[in-house]
């Protein structure tokens, strides 16, 4: 099999807001087609332009080679081999970063193509172990322009989420720090009473995690309020501080009492063995597509079990990103949840047209996916909706 040609989609939400911190308003969809007639479909979360860029851009050089020319003509089935021709080709631009993030949209894309050439689900062809069910949790990033309307609305929405089914939820509560959602400047107490207004509502028969998306400025700072949370049980914590500040993660996981989750923008496994062993976090979070596609992945959840760390994958974007979670989970036994961004609890009309789930949820798991690839199909008319020049 060879691949022919790939296609890059840059899909926006029509409503906007470039001052919201949700990253599910755009997307990169990228199509890899096969002279076998097989196309693989992957996402990465990324700004869709620059990836589109990383992808197309032809080549100049050899250590800055065309993502798209080192493809065409190639065994889409080749996954490994790919991987290495793609990252040390473009290796001068890349290396870490956009074009890891676009790598990882095109990976995901061959792992869909392998899974449906062989006629099995993708996790079958990841090795490992199949797990009987994975468990996704909630992700919940309510609206809301002042601190009042944001908490109600994350209380209303955990409990919605546990309405659905599920058993855990995420709250992001960003009231404060470099991403404050529209523009909240709230004191670090506020984060308290999001937590506990959450807390009660659900009572303690529900797992909750919260990620203040890096609003602490140091761990000092953080553990001023985090050491008083232990009646809450919070599942983890995600990351509390600068993405660069490692140190100041390892001081959390030494000294908070709490899980410490983070991994959302790391790409490859080099910087999550950073990640790891300099920063100490107890529970890594590959993005599927940002940290490289189910190759390098796989690799992460690899070093985490040689560590005896958990994997909880990052996933904020649509369906196919969390099937290819899904699929992760589903041979990852140290991965207790994924991050799953219910349909019905986001604005985000990519998340609600691209990709159309039939999400059942039993005792608030679901089963392993079961069809070929990665088991889901685009909705093209939504697509062409989204799409941007
Ligand atoms: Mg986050």
């Known amino acids: 099999m060879k691949i022919t040609d790939i296609d890059c989609h840059v899909l926006l939400v029509p409503d906007v807001r470039t001052d919201a911190t949700s990253s599910a308003q755009d997307d990169i969809v990228v199509f890899v087609h096969t002279d076998e007639g097989i196309t693989g479909v992957g996402e990465s979360d990324v700004n869709p332009w620059i990836a589109r860029a990383c992808i197309e851009a032809p080549s100049t050089h050899s250590m800055g080679l065309s993502l798209r020319e080192m493809l065409i003509g190639e065994n889409p089935l080749d996954t490994e081999l790919l991987w290495q021709k793609l990252y040390v080709g473009s290796c001068m631009n890349g290396r870490r970063g956009a074009v890891i993030n676009a790598i990882g949209a095109i990976d995901m894309a061959l792992w869909d193509i392998r899974g449906k050439a062989a006629g099995q689900p993708t996790w079958q062809l990841l090795g490992g172990t199949p797990r009987e069910a994975i468990q996704p949790y909630a992700s919940l990033q309510p609206n809301g322009n002042n601190f009042e309307e944001y908490r109600d609305s994350l209380v209303e929405w955990v409990l919605r989420a546990r309405t659905i089914g599920f058993r855990a939820a995420k709250l992001e509560i960003t009231l404060f720090g470099p991403y404050n959602h529209t523009g909240m400047n709230e004191n670090d107490d506020k984060v308290t009473e999001v937590l506990a207004a959450c807390r009660n509502a659900v009572g303690p028969d529900f797992t909750l995690m919260v990620d203040v998306q890096y ?13 008083d949370w232990e009646e809450f049980e919070v599942y983890f914590l995600e990351t509390p501080l600068w993405v660069d500040d490692l140190e100041g993660y390892a001081r959390m996981h030494d000294e908070s009492g709490i899980r410490i989750a983070a991994g959302e923008w790391q790409t490859t496994r080099h910087e999550f063995e950073d990640l790891m062993d300099r920063g100490k976090v107890d529970v890594a979070q590959p993005d599927v597509g940002r940290v490289g596609g189910l190759t390098e992945a796989m690799k992460v959840c690899d070093m985490a079990a040689e560590r005896d760390r958990q994997i909880i994958p990052h996933c904020w974007k649509t369906g196919i990103s969390i099937s290819a979670s899904a699929h992760l989970a589903a041979v990852t036994p140290h991965c207790p949840y994924f991050e799953y961004l219910p349909a019905e609890l986001t604005d985000s009309k990519l998340r609600q047209e691209l990709v159309q789930d039939d999400l059942q949820l039993i005792d608030g798991k679901l ?23």
Not at 215 to 227: E, F, N, P
């Open 215 to 227: 609003a602490w400025d140091s761990a000092d700072r953080a553990l001023a309020t985090v050491r």
């Open 367 to 389: 089963a392993i996916p079961q069809k070929p690839g990665l088991g889901i199909e685009v909705n093209m008319d939504a697509l062409k909706r989204f799409k941007q020049d």
